[in-house]
């Protein structure tokens, strides 16, 4: 527990900040000058040239030139005053709910000032700067465009100095809030800093991605219409207008509403650089950048506040002893329904009624070296997208019924199914006891036929060797056969990954897809054969098949091969199946089959088509009845393996007859029989 | 009747091209490895064990080459057409000059002891040969040749005075010894140029005997030996200096084993064809040892003032660099170099080998440079820099009398000398291509680009012809008409 007293100090400092401008500018090799602003003379707050003695008025000052009336009305109201840490920090958490933030402006007399933001030079005071003319000298004040520096004079620990190791601003004291989310923005290596953090020395990329490559703030925070940012329109033929702001009308009157960031994609094309992931629209879809990119930080973060009255008691996570050992945040489907990282912390008030849980977002602290990269990260039992979180968040708009009673995120409440992951154990159970029962059905079976055939010894049946698969019929049957068997196995990889831990889980998948549509075209192939041959008529059962033929065969199968009688239905070209084989294959092949193979296709589709996949009760549905499914195909395999070895002399015979296409049929019966 | 047997076969071949033929055709191709740079290195061949083949006795060093040379007698003709042996290179045509002219070591000016001609006896220490004292010495006399200093691995071989190993060393067993040259041969000299241990090149020091990883990379985490690189056939020895080489024929380069766009991150690779390798990769120099940065001879002779490490009397006041940051250059692999008798700029420094290039040369690229600063002495009349005799009993650091060592020393190189003589400003460049870093230890952005354009990085944009930072201003646009321009310089 560190106490801070955030209350107790702060304004002085804010105020010198402005008031203690740039000095010494000849003594520091290091210091900046912006030469191209013009000297330009100080106003008053009357509005007339400013004599020694007056008060300055900065937006009179400045906006002589600049429009500062626009300036006034685009600033948001935040940015508008200097409020002391301990109020940034209830304005931020929105947690003081005894004061508005009309209450707070009032509380505090100190408007921010053009300075503040524009100027990276402290030392000195303005009336300083005023030579005999009366005018300022404005290479000394450096006036440009807000650096990185600037914004973090307030905001998180933000370091652009690269030449002496970075360490954490006073966490007893955390003025700027950097404890919101342990964020850094800072270009050093972690490697190089001075945080004392285990296995520094592996940690070889730097806090930010962005300060690394020289980005600032407001490259991404810029102003509305600053002619450098990027352009949206929704016109269909215009890929970039080039009327713009030109240089001069943008200083004359810059928006300063710039609390909206560019979006990672607004600058990144992120496909180009991800092509080695699949599904790459899905994941988009559902994923934040900074999900995947600030898996880690290297840095502690608020886990509790508890607020007195004028202190603030704040419990860290991340550290433990002085040593530093960094947080993973907490990854959870916002009110759009993608996934994003999030600190989770406990605020706790004097009331019981004040007492909150807050999530703040991640954007900064990012990398590529530390990005989630393994398919397995998410797409396991262990799936750190299936991490409980510390709390249920206030502040996020979350699915109803999302976070369930183990504080685990239920991913399907956000309309996500994390595949290798949300898997329905009821599912499970049922597909596992239906393949078992299966297995213990035919060996059963089995054995009943093996002890029977000891037991009776009778002249073998009369069989005649008779043609009965076509080449197409056979090729078909056995590119379907070997096209399930390996979608059984890559699905079962794609379905529970941690008990293949060997296997590659992104090969699976492609896989997966590829033979899918292997078998999806061989079964159109053979779909147009059997209608245009006319064969499909072979499939279809007729009503004395549903009933007494299907009650004859099944008679056969439990009791009458045991006696040694023979086959209750002939074979030959013209009828290959007998009747339960035609209600199998029917169902086999006009319902199963073609349920699988769709909710395959949806599920595949969903990254492009995704209002296809939702009006099938999207993913949480789809995956499931697929799983499903493939359990019911599971047991199908077993069970039609096992009767190929009740069709020919030999228990193989029905196997080779399916290759060679010839079957020595049993002929004993009339041939009129059939007629 | 044996063919019907596996007439079936068709059925499994069948349904095994249909289900292979789209995985191959539709699974993600993963994007191919580059090779592995080592895998372009040469092959390391064992040497012969030499002991039995030279069983001596040696009295002399010339007995040594003679026996060396009974069964290499291939290597006599190689050497005497080596630099190392002629210390000059054939004539090439250069920009800006109406005749061919030669350089190397032999023909040129330096800014450390200024000149070979006339103090043969103290520079020839590091000649490859025997007995090169005076211009008598006949160049195309192969029994001279010094086999051992590039060979003999005793670690005991030592050279002194116009090259002839000092008193007690033992040639029986440097002789017996001898393998492919290492660190330690080539070392010897180029690790002490310039008169001392890191004196002279910044990148070559004794830390590079046994190099760890920090110091450079491939000599320390992969012990590659100097003709790893600088890969020697016939005894020619791959590699120009910059100092001495007119011309860049048998140069050798980082991409002769790395792929220029290997970098994963493309940022990176869009350095390359403006950046030189060596830029990012050394980023300082003499990290072990200090390396002499000034050498003023103006202010030698002076035999009131202490000797230290920053000032001895017979030549003159030092400054030495730690760590030093290199500073950079457009550079196309040539130098405007300084040859004798050319007129000194009386306005400033004189440069005696300023590399060419700048940002309209496509094959320039910038490239990391220690800058040596020396004041050194010149005919106040024709304006151009004298060679003094230094060495021996008339050489200035017995007499200390410019003016006699001066007249000696333009005598022995036939340059005229006025009788008035002052001291000038050089400057040499030397390429910093040594002590490479990995990649992390390697300049980042923020190295030379800086997020806000008021504060400065290592480069200096607008003095390299940059309108600002290339990361906002943009990268060097070659315009047909400047290149061909600045080709013809």
């Known amino acids: 527990m560190i106490k801070s007293a955030l209350h107790s100090w702060g304004l002085p400092r804010y105020l010198t900040r402005y008031l203690l401008l740039s000095a010494l500018l000849s003594l520091s090799p290091h210091a900046l000058s912006n030469t191209f602003h013009p000297d330009f003379p100080l106003i008053n707050t009357e509005g007339q040239l400013w004599q020694q003695g007056d008060s300055i008025s900065e937006s009179k000052s400045c906006g002589q030139c600049h429009n500062s009336e626009l300036i006034h009305n685009t600033l948001d109201e935040k940015h508008s005053h200097y409020f002391s840490p301990q109020q940034r920090l209830f304005l931020k958490l929105g947690i003081n709910k005894r004061k508005t933030l009309a209450e707070l402006k009032a509380e505090t007399e100190n408007k921010t000032h053009c300075l503040s933001c524009h100027s990276s030079v402290k030392e000195t005071t303005l009336p300083e700067l005023v030579g005999n003319n009366n005018f300022v000298a404005a290479a000394g004040l450096s006036l440009s465009s807000p650096d990185s520096e600037n914004c973090g004079n307030c905001h998180g620990l933000v370091s652009t100095e690269d030449n002496s190791p970075l360490s954490l601003p006073n966490l007893q004291q955390d003025s700027k809030l950097f404890g919101l989310n342990g964020e850094i923005f800072a270009a050093q290596d972690i490697g190089l800093s001075a945080l004392n953090l285990a296995n520094k020395n592996t940690l070889n990329h730097s806090f930010d991605a962005h300060a690394e490559r020289l980005l600032g703030c407001t490259d991404c925070h810029s102003s509305p219409n600053n002619p450098t940012r990027p352009q949206k329109n929704n016109i269909k033929n215009l890929r970039f207008d080039p009327r713009r702001l030109s240089a001069h009308e943008y200083l004359q009157q810059p928006n300063h509403s710039f609390e909206e960031a560019l979006a990672c994609q607004d600058c990144h094309e992120v496909k180009s650089s991800h092509q080695w992931l699949p599904y790459l629209n899905q994941h988009l879809n559902k994923l934040s950048c900074e999900s995947c990119h600030i898996s880690w930080l290297p840095s502690p973060a608020y886990q509790s506040i508890t607020i007195e009255a004028d202190t603030a008691e704040i419990q860290w996570r991340g550290i433990e002893n002085s040593f530093i050992t960094g947080y993973q945040p907490w990854l959870l489907p916002d009110a759009s329904g993608k996934i994003k990282p999030f600190n989770i912390f406990k605020i706790k008030g004097e009331a019981e009624k004040e007492h909150s849980v807050y999530a703040a977002p991640l954007h900064h602290s990012i990398n590529s070296q530390q990005a989630i990269k393994e398919c397995r990260s998410c797409h396991d039992k262990n799936s750190i997208l299936l991490r409980a979180v510390p709390a249920i968040p206030d502040n996020l708009q979350l699915a109803d019924g999302l976070i369930d009673k183990n504080l685990s995120p239920r991913l399907a409440k956000a309309d996500i199914y994390l595949i290798g992951g949300n898997t329905l154990p009821a599912i499970d159970i049922l597909g596992l006891l239906l393949v078992l029962g299966t297995t213990l059905a035919v060996s059963a079976h089995g054995l009943a036929r093996y002890i029977a055939a000891k037991r009776i010894v009778s002249a073998p049946a009369r069989r005649t060797r008779m043609y009965i698969y076509g080449y197409y019929e056979r090729l078909w049957h056995w590119l379907q056969a070997a096209a399930v068997l390996a979608l059984l196995a890559t699905g079962a990889v794609v379905h529970k990954p941690w008990l293949f831990p060997w296997i590659d889980f992104a090969l699976m998948v492609e896989l997966h897809n590829i033979l899918g549509f292997v078998l999806f075209v061989n079964a159109a192939l053979a779909l147009f054969y059997h209608l245009a041959s006319g064969e499909i008529k072979q499939y279809i059962p007729m009503p004395s098949d549903l009933f007494v033929r299907s009650f004859q065969q099944l008679h056969f199968y439990l009791k009458g091969m045991f006696n040694n009688e023979h086959h209750p239905f002939e074979k030959d070209r013209e009828n290959k199946l007998n009747p339960l084989q035609k209600i199998a294959y029917f169902g086999l092949l006009n319902v199963l089959l073609p349920a699988q193979m769709f909710s395959g296709l949806l599920m595949w589709g969903a990254q492009t088509w995704p209002e296809w996949a939702s009006y099938f009760g999207g993913l949480p549905m789809l995956g499931p009845l697929h799983s499903m499914l493939a359990w019911v195909f599971a047991s199908f395999l077993i069970m039609h393996i096992y009767l190929t070895t009740t069709s020919g002399p030999k228990p193989l015979s029905g196997i080779k007859s399916m290759i060679d296409g010839w079957e020595e049929v049993e002929t004993q019966q009339k041939a009129n029989e059939h007629d | ?489």
């Open chain 2, 1 to 489: 009747m044996s063919g019907q047997h596996f007439k079936w076969i068709w059925l499994p071949t069948a349904v095994l091209c249909v289900l292979l033929v789209p995985v191959l055709l539709f699974l993600p191709a993963k994007p191919k490895p580059l090779p592995a740079p080592e895998s372009f290195l040469p092959q390391r061949k064992a040497h012969v064990d030499h002991s039995a083949l030279m069983p001596g006795p040696y009295h002399t060093p010339q007995q040594v080459t003679a026996r060396c040379l009974e069964c290499h007698e291939q290597a006599e003709s190689q050497v005497l057409h080596s630099s190392h042996w002629t210390w000059e290179h054939e004539a090439v045509e250069v920009p800006g000059r109406s005749e061919a002219v030669k350089g190397g070591k032999k023909n040129v000016i330096n800014n450390f002891c200024i000149g070979v001609g006339g103090n043969w006896e103290g520079c020839t220490g590091c000649h490859t040969g025997y007995g090169w004292k005076d211009e008598s010495f006949n160049f195309s006399d192969g029994s001279n040749i010094d086999c051992l200093v590039c060979h003999e691995q005793s670690g005991t071989y030592v050279k002194g005075k116009a090259g002839m190993p000092v008193e007690g060393v033992d040639l029986v067993s440097a002789a017996q010894s001898v393998g492919f040259p290492t660190r330690s041969n080539c070392g010897a000299c180029h690790f002490g140029g310039g008169g001392g241990d890191a004196v002279k090149h910044g990148d070559l020091d004794s830390s590079l005997y046994f190099p760890p990883a920090s110091v450079d990379i491939h000599m320390g985490k992969h012990d590659m030996q100097c003709i790893d690189c600088h890969r020697t056939e016939e005894h020619q020895i791959a590699g120009r200096a910059l100092s001495v080489s007119l011309d860049t024929r048998n140069q050798i380069s980082c991409l002769d084993c790395h792929s220029e766009k290997l970098h994963k991150d493309q940022r990176i690779n869009q350095h390359t064809s403006s950046v030189a390798c060596q830029t990012c990769h050394i980023p300082e120099v003499a990290t072990r040892e200090s390396t002499k940065t000034h050498w003023d001879w103006s202010q030698a002779g002076d035999a009131n003032r202490e000797e230290s490490h920053e000032y001895q009397k017979i030549k003159g006041e030092f400054k030495y660099s730690a760590n030093l940051k290199p500073e950079y250059y457009w550079h196309d692999g040539t130098s405007a170099r300084y040859l004798y008798g050319d007129k000194i700029n009386t306005s400033g420094a004189s440069d005696l080998n300023k590399p060419m290039g700048n940002i309209n040369k496509p094959r320039a690229k910038i490239f990391p440079f220690k800058v040596h600063v020396a004041w050194q002495i010149y005919d106040t009349n024709n304006l151009h820099l004298l060679q003094p005799k230094t060495y021996g009993e008339t050489g200035f650091w017995t007499t200390f009398d410019w003016d006699s060592a001066v007249r000696q020393g333009s005598e022995a190189i036939g340059l005229d000398y006025s009788g008035e003589y002052g001291f000038t400003e050089t400057r040499m460049y030397w390429p910093q291509t040594h002590m490479v870093q990995a990649g992390k230890q390697a300049l980042a952005c923020n190295d030379c680009h800086t997020e806000n354009p008021n504060k400065k990085g290592r480069l200096d944009w607008q003095a390299l012809g940059y309108p600002g930072d290339p990361l906002r201003w943009g990268s060097r646009t070659i315009r047909a008409d400047k290149a061909k321009e600045s080709s013809d310089d």
